[in-house]
């Protein structure tokens, strides 16, 4: 159960020792734009050597984006796996030192004493596990104190039972699968039982869609995959619907799409339905961390390397990469070592092996991940139907949107500021022959998809793509990754990687434990999602509050960005104490939810591709 600790360990004690985060100082000057560089043949032969030592090489983890080769991009590559190893060290030897208690907790025997106050106290003894569901509680409470600081989301364990909780889900933790429905576009993709989609909903399947009510996620696709010796999955399709007299958004049915194709719904038994959204919360589970890996870091990795081999070290533009890709380039060779190996710690844990990750990247990236404009903030969802929509209700709630929207918002006004002090004139950026050559790269040799063409004429494009990158590295990754798993998307019992008896193929289930990782599998799940947190973040200074708050960065900038930059942090900083600050309301909910989600506070999260 521990071999996933030790690997790593093994691993990451190879590599080179690497300066930290706060040493780590790519800039040497003030930054200027070429046409107003005194140097410029110096500046140019800079350039012409980065071209040669920064080149395109194979994809790692799939076929996704170029990943860098050439001497300077292979040392580029090295250091970045050096403090990328640094950086992990705490939490490395944090869950190694905090995995064995866990092991003792759950063997414990739980007796029961009836207090005079009714009160239960647990008194341990030997030979327990987990025989039930509110076993896997044992799991996480009172552990993982230093890998974990954050804990698990306030309401998880007394709620994900509940039918809004999973729902919700989909507009916080996963907001990347769910579309709604157009009712003249989009046919039905399945059918339910006409009378059991009247008795939970009040309305006919046809009402829901023609209403723009009815909402669609699909992991179909997963059906193709080859699971592992012992371990299932399904490739779960659901409907959700908002409620006609509440406007609650509800999950309706679930289609397994694998056996005797069954589809269920909350008319089930309790077990039944626990695990349809449980084999659902499974396929979801596996989308999320492979998505985050084809969207968040091929994209912005494929644009950096164009913008290396493009813009002078002294370019403001330049400067804002350098500063926001920090450790970029660890991550796809370490996942290579160690993660996504044949054996590594995703096939140890997940119901299907390292092969379906490089299939779903093949299949994702030029579809959809891959896709840059399609993949800004506001335009993902309103394509999907999720904000704006003009064919159905509003959204009750969208946690996902409230706190993704509100950092993208300060995001945008800073790199306002910052595009504007650079360019306060629109010929200054047509003029510009290094940002020119960056975007043109981008779309020929470094095949970035869907990105904005050549030439680049208007200083909003520009603002648009690097929030776009900045929205990448920190916010969108964490979503996803970082503490997202540990605090939610990724605990049990409610979000297995793995499935462990057979899909069913007739209802009525009877041991939904058996269903579930045991204690050895549980920790390996728990241990994996416990290595994406970064606890020591606040020490380092490599928050997203701090984003752009490095001396290194502040240097070489004029007093506009200075006074941009403080103000982003103080935005930061509201946002963080709101995020902080939330609890329940008189009806038990957070934000229309049934568990407080504090994933995207900045003060917590990596300005940066952390893992």
């Not at 194979?58 to 950086?87: C, E, H, M, Q, Y």
């Not at 619907?241 to 038994?269: E, H, M, R, W």
């Amino acid at each position: 159960m521990l071999l996933a600790v030790i690997s790593i360990i093994t691993f990451l004690g190879t590599a080179n020792a690497a300066p930290s985060l706060l040493e780590f100082d790519p800039f040497n000057a003030s930054y200027s734009l070429p046409q107003s560089d005194p140097n410029i043949l110096v500046r140019e032969a800079k350039i012409t050597a980065d071209r040669a030592g920064y080149l395109y090489g194979p994809s790692l983890l799939g076929n996704a984006s170029f990943f860098p080769t050439g001497i300077l991009g292979k040392a580029r590559a090295a250091a970045d796996v050096a403090v990328f190893t640094k950086n992990a060290t705490f939490i490395t030897k944090s869950i190694s030192k905090e995995a064995q208690p866990v092991v003792q907790a759950v063997t414990a025997v739980r007796i029961p004493f009836l207090l005079a106050r009714r009160a239960m106290i647990l008194i341990r003894a030997k030979a327990g596990g987990l025989k039930d569901l509110s076993s896997y509680e044992m799991l996480y409470r009172d552990q993982w104190q230093r890998s974990n600081p954050n804990g698990v989301a306030p309401g998880y364990f007394s709620n994900y039972t509940q039918d809004l909780f999973f729902s919700m889900e989909r507009l916080s933790i996963g907001p990347f699968t769910t579309r709604r429905l157009h009712p003249t576009d989009d046919a039905l993709p399945f059918q339910v039982d006409e009378v059991t989609v009247k008795k939970i909903t009040g309305k006919s399947l046809g009402d829901l869609h023609q209403s723009g009510r009815l909402f669609f996620a699909d992991h179909s696709y997963q059906a193709k995959y080859v699971t592992q010796p012992g371990r299932f999955a399904a490739a779960c399709s659901a409907y959700f619907y908002l409620c006609p007299s509440t406007n609650d958004f509800l999950p309706l049915a679930i289609k397994t799409n694998v056996g005797n194709n069954l589809t269920y719904t909350p008319l089930d038994t309790a077990d039944d339905w626990l695990l349809a959204k449980m084999m659902f919360n499974n396929n979801d589970y596996f989308f999320g961390q492979i998505f985050h890996l084809a969207n968040s870091h091929a994209v912005a990795e494929i644009v950096y390397l164009a913008a290396l081999r493009t813009l002078s070290a002294k370019h403001p533009v330049r400067a804002f990469l350098d500063r926001v890709m920090y450790q970029a380039y660890a991550i796809r060779p370490v996942g290579t070592q160690v993660l996504f190996n044949p054996g590594g710690f995703f096939d140890q844990g997940s119901a299907v092996d390292h092969n379906a990750v490089f299939d779903f990247v093949g299949q994702f990236y030029p579809t959809l991940a891959g896709l840059f404009r399609s993949n800004y903030f506001t335009k993902s969802l309103t394509d999907r139907g999720l904000l704006g929509c003009s064919y159905g209700p509003p959204l009750k709630h969208f946690p996902f949107a409230e706190d993704a929207g509100a950092i993208v918002t300060s995001l945008r006004k800073f790199l306002s500021t910052y595009v504007y002090s650079y360019y306060p004139t629109q010929d200054l950026l047509t003029g510009d022959k290094e940002v020119q050559n960056w975007i043109k790269e981008a779309n020929t040799a470094a095949e970035v998809l869907d990105f904005p063409s050549a030439p680049l004429d208007h200083r909003s494009t520009l603002i648009d793509i690097l929030t776009q990158i900045a929205y990448l590295s920190g916010v969108n990754h964490h979503t996803l990754n970082s503490n997202a798993p540990s605090m939610l998307s990724g605990t049990l019992p409610f979000h297995p990687a793995g499935i462990y008896r057979p899909i069913p193929t007739s209802k009525g289930v009877q041991d939904l434990v058996s269903y579930l990782p045991n204690l050895n599998q549980s920790l390996n799940q728990i241990t994996l999602t416990l290595r994406f947190n970064r606890p020591t973040l606040p020490e380092e200074h490599g928050e997203l509050v701090d984003m752009f708050s490095s001396p290194t960065f502040l240097k070489g900038q004029g007093t506009p960005v200075q006074q941009a930059v403080r103000k982003f942090r103080a935005e930061m900083e509201a946002i963080g104490e709101k995020v902080e600050s939330r609890n329940f309301d008189e009806k038990g909910l957070s934000q229309g939810m049934p568990f407080v989600w504090k994933v995207l506070d900045p003060r917590r999260i990596p300005f940066f591709l952390c893992v």
